[in-house]
């Protein structure tokens, strides 16, 4: 095993070589906000939340798909960096249709845990209000499009864990989004094993159980760590 | 010459109004409207959304009574699952709603209206508040304040919050009463009962005087609509809508909320935001009724339970077998503290409040739900209509306070008739027209599907429409 070693905030880091620097600074025990970012499945660098300076180079980098390098100097917490990542957030809550108080997952989501985070009390850029839908005709689960960010993490985990590649991304730009199947209506792509893995790896309240009322979804997301593990691993226990 | 005066905006009360006061070429009164000036459109909005949110979304309309939403939206989801709510479930319900009914109450007498009795309707308005109130009677203040915390804490510790507890649910409640909870309530009980008590002696002391309030304060013949029990008894959750007449007569007994449309209509005015229901059978305007305390205190043949009873009897020997004076709205409401705390009461023997069987569970079953309850300020009607897979298509709410607008209208134009004469308008005349929709304990957030305080306007217009004198209040 090759070691790779790098300053991250000034302080001395020793690592697997090959890591990339979210990892490294998670051992270092240094917290860098993520939202895309999903233990047990691949990378998307989707929401750039985690973006970090890298001495060298004026661009910010993502640290979730950033390898790594020796003699590498990170900050992952500069004024700089607190302006952007607030940045970020105050434009997904513009983006989309987030009404916290009504949510299935509020109290339990990610997105209003990272809005605390980043302390956004509210958005410098007017609400966009689009019209989206919501889709329950799947027997026991319903997304609503209105509360989706684009982190594509159901994407991978059905992908990636469950085998069953059910949701992909269709549109560009602005007119994104996520669809089932061929585009579809959920409830008629059989290819969904109905795992509900996509429930617990939503970060909001996209994705949800048929029935759930308001700040009623508790996703167990590291139960898709395990699942990988059990898997990869043969470790079974949580 | 003939003028208008505007009352602009009418103060505490929940939610924005005005009252215009039509004056004819002698300075009388000719004609007096309650204006709802605030629009909301929660019916458009939820369309489209999962009916499953209808609790979370519709309770937003108000932070008085939002549990008279969760309980219809909930009511409403269990018609459309077709399920019936497990015993345990509905108990819990009820419970909800009597703390609801019991801070609403304390709210509306305590903070709201009882400076007018009890500093005097004359008396400084800067200081005709609650926190007047304070200052002349801190012990009373205190245990009102005190009284509404009890109720409030009922709700919080079934919902885990006082104001939009998320926890009636379609097919039941999320979760039971705990040990804690129950404890907390036996013990705050006695001393919500002695205020309510206390309450109760101080207002029928002011009964005695009061003839004029009593007599001009809304007192006309109208319907009342509420829901009763199927043995007559006080009800404020299930049952059925009785209408009464002010002799007595029940009109209209065992209706089911499934039919409103069949005996409510709903008219449009255009200088009001707030629709004007109606009882069908007798058209509009004649079908005006009244709901809230005084139209379920009318309706019931008793509340069934013996204190309340007790001061029932009192109620009617005072006010007539049925008391059209809508200035005893306030005396029902007093009334109602003290059946709902007896019945919380008896709620803390049942072993169904610490049950686990709380919630029933199924599919869309049906795709039309009307649900009905009994908010604090009278009956409240959801009706869903959803698609296969419960997305909403349609929304229609009958909101209690609507269903008093015309009563209301006709209130303030009984007081202002009678208090104000000629172009010189004293402002303890206006608070008395202000004073007239307070018996009401309006909710106009709710009633238009706004926020804030609910500050009067008040205006003296001319035959022809221009305004000779207006006075503002915030």
Same mark, same amino acid.
């Given at each position: 095993?090759?070691?790779?070693? %790098?300053?991250?905030?000034?302080?001395?880091?020793?690592?697997?070589?090959?890591?990339?620097?979210?990892?490294?600074?998670?051992? $270092?025990?240094? /917290?860098?906000?993520?939202?895309?970012?999903?233990?047990?499945?691949?990378?998307?660098?989707?929401?750039?939340?985690?973006?970090?300076?890298?001495?060298?180079?004026?661009?910010?980098?993502? /640290?979730?798909?950033?390898?790594?390098?020796?003699?590498?100097?990170?900050?992952?917490?500069?004024?700089? %960096?607190?302006?952007?990542?607030?940045?970020?957030?105050? %434009?997904?809550?513009?983006?989309?249709?987030?009404?916290?108080?009504?949510?299935?997952?509020?109290?339990?989501?990610?997105?209003?845990?990272? $809005?605390?985070?980043?302390?956004?009390?509210?958005?410098?850029?007017?609400?966009?209000?689009?019209?989206?839908?919501?889709?329950?005709?799947?027997?026991?689960?319903?997304?609503?499009?209105?509360?989706?960010?684009?982190?594509?993490?159901?994407?991978?985990?059905?992908?990636?864990?469950?085998?069953?590649?059910?949701?992909?991304?269709?549109?560009?730009?602005?007119?994104?989004?996520?669809?089932?199947?061929?585009?579809?209506?959920?409830?008629?792509?059989?290819?969904?094993?109905?795992?509900?893995?996509?429930?617990?790896?939503?970060?909001?309240?996209?994705?949800?159980?048929?029935?759930?009322?308001?700040?009623?979804?508790?996703?167990?997301? $590291?139960? %898709?760590?395990?699942?990988?593990?059990?898997?990869?691993?043969?470790?079974?226990?949580? | 010459?003939?003028?208008?005066?505007?009352?602009?905006?009418?103060?505490?009360?929940?939610?924005?109004?005005?009252?215009?006061?039509?004056?004819?070429?002698?300075?009388?009164?000719?004609?007096?409207?309650?204006?709802?000036?605030?629009?909301?459109?929660?019916?458009?909005?939820?369309?489209?959304?999962?009916?499953?949110?209808?609790?979370?979304?519709?309770?937003?309309?108000?932070?008085?009574?939002?549990?008279?939403?969760?309980?219809?939206?909930?009511?409403?989801?269990?018609?459309?699952?077709?399920?019936?709510?497990?015993?345990?479930?509905?108990?819990?319900?009820?419970?909800?709603?009597?703390?609801?009914?019991?801070?609403?109450?304390?709210?509306?007498?305590?903070?709201?209206?009882?400076?007018?009795?009890?500093?005097?309707?004359?008396?400084?308005?800067?200081?005709?508040?609650?926190?007047?109130?304070?200052?002349?009677?801190?012990?009373?203040?205190?245990?009102?304040?005190?009284?509404?915390?009890?109720?409030?804490?009922?709700?919080?510790?079934?919902?885990?919050?006082?104001?939009?507890?998320?926890?009636?649910?379609?097919?039941?409640?999320?979760?039971?009463?705990?040990?804690?909870?129950?404890?907390?309530?036996?013990?705050?009980?006695?001393?919500?009962?002695?205020?309510?008590? !206390?309450?109760?002696?101080?207002?029928?002391?002011?009964?005695?005087?009061?003839?004029?309030?009593?007599?001009?304060?809304?007192?006309?013949?109208?319907?009342?609509?509420?829901?009763?029990?199927?043995?007559?008894?006080?009800?404020?959750?299930?049952?059925?809508?009785?209408?009464?007449?002010?002799?007595? +007569?029940?009109?209209?007994?065992?209706?089911?909320? #499934?039919?409103?449309?069949?005996?409510?209509?709903?008219?449009?005015?255009?200088?009001?935001?707030?629709?004007?229901?109606?009882?069908?059978?007798?058209?509009?305007?004649?079908?005006?009724?009244?709901?809230?305390?005084?139209?379920?205190? +009318?309706?019931?043949?008793?509340?069934?339970?013996?204190?309340?009873?007790?001061?029932?009897?009192?109620?009617?020997?005072?006010?007539?077998?049925?008391? !059209?004076?809508?200035?005893?709205?306030?005396?029902?409401?007093?009334?109602?503290?003290?059946?709902?705390?007896?019945?919380?009461?008896?709620?803390?023997? #049942?072993?169904?409040?610490?049950?686990?069987?709380?919630?029933?569970?199924?599919?869309?079953?049906? !795709?039309?739900?009307?649900?009905?309850?009994?908010?604090?300020?009278?009956?409240?009607?959801?009706?869903?209509?959803?698609?296969?897979?419960?997305?909403?298509?349609?929304?229609?709410?009958?909101?209690?306070?609507?269903?008093?607008?015309?009563?209301?209208?006709?209130?303030?134009?009984?007081?202002?008739?009678?208090?104000?004469?000629?172009?010189?308008?004293?402002?303890?005349?206006?608070?008395?027209?202000?004073?007239?929709?307070?018996?009401?304990?309006?909710?106009?957030?709710?009633? !238009?599907?706004?926020?804030?305080?609910?500050?009067?306007?008040?205006?003296?217009?001319?035959?022809?429409?221009?305004?000779? #004198?207006?006075?503002?209040?915030?």
């Amino acid at each position: 095993m090759s070691i790779t070693t %790098l300053k991250i905030n000034g302080q001395d880091v020793v690592t697997e070589s090959g890591k990339t620097v979210l990892d490294a600074a998670k051992e $270092a025990g240094v /917290a860098i906000p993520t939202l895309c970012h999903l233990e047990g499945v691949s990378e998307a660098a989707a929401c750039r939340l985690c973006a970090v300076e890298v001495k060298g180079t004026p661009k910010l980098l993502p /640290a979730c798909v950033t390898p790594v390098s020796e003699g590498m100097e990170v900050e992952t917490n500069t004024p700089k %960096l607190q302006d952007y990542r607030r940045m970020i957030v105050e %434009l997904f809550f513009a983006e989309g249709n987030h009404v916290c108080s009504i949510c299935v997952a509020n109290g339990n989501c990610e997105l209003q845990d990272v $809005a605390i985070e980043v302390g956004m009390d509210h958005s410098r850029f007017s609400y966009r209000f689009p019209d989206r839908g919501v889709d329950l005709s799947h027997p026991m689960f319903g997304i609503d499009h209105n509360r989706c960010i684009l982190c594509t993490r159901c994407v991978r985990v059905c992908d990636e864990v469950e085998g069953a590649h059910v949701w992909d991304v269709g549109n560009r730009g602005e007119a994104c989004y996520i669809v089932s199947g061929m585009d579809q209506p959920w409830g008629e792509v059989s290819a969904c094993t109905a795992c509900g893995k996509c429930v617990d790896a939503c970060p909001t309240g996209s994705i949800f159980r048929k029935g759930t009322t308001t700040g009623e979804k508790a996703g167990d997301r $590291a139960k %898709l760590e395990f699942l990988v593990n059990a898997r990869d691993k043969q470790e079974w226990s949580r | 010459m003939a003028k208008t005066v505007v009352i602009d905006p009418v103060t505490r009360i929940e939610g924005h109004a005005k009252i215009s006061i039509f004056l004819d070429d002698a300075g009388e009164v000719e004609n007096a409207r309650f204006h709802v000036v605030e629009y909301r459109g929660f019916e458009k909005f939820c369309e489209g959304r999962p009916f499953t949110e209808m609790a979370g979304i519709t309770a937003r309309i108000c932070g008085i009574c939002p549990v008279s939403h969760l309980l219809a939206a909930a009511k409403t989801g269990d018609k459309l699952l077709a399920v019936q709510v497990p015993i345990a479930g509905e108990k819990l319900r009820r419970l909800m709603n009597l703390g609801q009914i019991i801070q609403s109450h304390a709210l509306s007498f305590f903070h709201l209206s009882s400076p007018d009795f009890l500093l005097g309707w004359d008396s400084d308005p800067a200081k005709r508040n609650v926190f007047g109130l304070i200052a002349a009677d801190p012990d009373l203040a205190r245990a009102g304040i005190r009284l509404r915390q009890f109720g409030q804490t009922v709700i919080e510790k079934l919902g885990a919050r006082k104001i939009h507890a998320a926890w009636t649910v379609p097919g039941g409640v999320r979760s039971p009463l705990s040990a804690e909870g129950r404890q907390w309530i036996c013990d705050r009980l006695p001393e919500s009962l002695d205020t309510t008590r !206390t309450a109760l002696r101080i207002f029928k002391d002011l009964l005695d005087r009061f003839h004029t309030e009593t007599e001009q304060f809304g007192k006309f013949p109208s319907l009342f609509m509420s829901l009763v029990a199927p043995n007559g008894d006080w009800e404020h959750y299930g049952g059925a809508i009785r209408f009464k007449d002010s002799e007595g +007569n029940i009109i209209a007994d065992g209706l089911s909320e #499934d039919d409103y449309q069949d005996y409510l209509g709903e008219a449009v005015e255009h200088w009001s935001y707030l629709k004007f229901p109606y009882y069908k059978p007798l058209g509009y305007p004649d079908g005006i009724y009244r709901v809230g305390p005084l139209a379920r205190v +009318n309706n019931c043949d008793r509340f069934g339970t013996p204190e309340a009873d007790a001061e029932l009897a009192e109620f009617r020997q005072r006010g007539g077998a049925i008391a !059209t004076s809508s200035f005893l709205y306030h005396y029902a409401r007093l009334l109602e503290i003290l059946a709902c705390l007896e019945r919380v009461q008896q709620f803390m023997d #049942d072993p169904d409040m610490m049950s686990d069987r709380v919630r029933a569970k199924a599919d869309i079953n049906q !795709t039309v739900g009307i649900g009905v309850s009994e908010a604090p300020r009278g009956t409240l009607f959801h009706h869903y209509e959803v698609d296969e897979n419960g997305l909403l298509e349609k929304v229609n709410l009958i909101i209690a306070t609507g269903q008093n607008n015309l009563a209301m209208n006709q209130t303030v134009t009984q007081i202002a008739k009678h208090y104000i004469h000629g172009n010189e308008i004293p402002e303890g005349m206006l608070n008395r027209v202000e004073a007239g929709i307070r018996c009401f304990d309006p909710c106009l957030s709710c009633s !238009t599907h706004a926020a804030g305080q609910m500050p009067l306007h008040v205006q003296l217009l001319r035959p022809d429409g221009s305004v000779l #004198d207006e006075v503002y209040r915030d």
